[in-house]
């Protein structure tokens, strides 16, 4: 008969063996009414984003995000997108909205992001557009220059400033830096799968795939609800 310390053991070797399972973090972005920000909620987001760069069709004004975050259980994350914003208007939003992180998607310089997180006590994000020409060197060299921030969302280099709905060469994200990666750029419930099994990025963000054909900032809850069960099947596997 066994003792209990080689049972102990046995079992402890063969838990070790077994992979942790991985689960992609989902953040489902441009949300702009109550109704869309609970059914993200009810689908289990991991994380909300709320727009503040007025010209974009999915922005939102301060009056109407904090009406959109009242009800926004602990453990989900609101993330306030910025696009070149001036610390005053970093200042009016955070003072006011309930915000946990802060995504910058403009031309800010790494100094720049930093003085604005300063200016809102938060932790940041920084977004990096891929264009056709990019290199994965090229990603490496701007991970360290944006060292400082809690993550890196890698969107597809578009005019304007995201929400394109366009996708980028996956396989030009280094596998170094999957830990610290944020994949979005035109994912849909048809493509995550593949994203996440290409990629293996720590979460996942979407806005125009989970909208109502050639209705920019309509959700439409049936492709938000499609979007988080591709992911969970793609984890699953």
């Not at 998607?105 to 720049?112: I, L, P, S």
């Not at 992001?113 to 290199?135: H, I, K, M, N």
Request: aromatic share 6%.
């Amino acid at each position: 008969m066994k003792s209990t310390e080689n049972l102990a053991r046995e079992s402890s070797s063969g838990m070790e063996q077994l992979p942790a399972p991985h689960r992609t973090r989902i953040k489902l972005c441009g949300l702009s009414k109550p109704e869309d920000v609970a059914h993200a909620i009810d689908l289990g987001a991991d994380a909300i984003g709320l727009v503040f760069y007025p010209p974009s069709p999915r922005s939102v004004s301060v009056a109407q995000a904090v009406e959109l975050v009242r009800d926004v259980p602990p453990f989900v994350s609101v993330v306030g997108l910025f696009v070149n914003a001036t610390p005053d208007w970093i200042r009016e939003v955070v003072s006011n909205v309930g915000l946990t992180l802060l995504q910058f998607h403009g031309d800010e310089t790494a100094g720049q992001c930093e003085s604005l997180a300063g200016v809102a006590g938060l932790p940041w994000l920084r977004a990096l557009r891929v264009a056709a020409d990019t290199q994965p060197a090229d990603l490496v060299k701007s991970a360290l220059s944006y060292s400082a921030a809690s993550g890196l969302l890698f969107d597809t280099h578009v005019e304007g400033y995201g929400g394109g709905g366009k996708v980028f060469d996956w396989s030009l994200i280094p596998a170094g830096l999957a830990r610290r990666a944020v994949l979005s750029g035109g994912l849909s419930a048809q493509n995550v799968s593949d994203a996440i099994h290409c990629v293996r990025p720590y979460a996942v963000d979407v806005s125009s795939g989970i909208e109502s054909p050639g209705a920019k900032g309509v959700k439409d809850h049936a492709r938000m609800a499609a979007f988080v069960r591709a992911v969970r099947a793609a984890d699953a596997e």
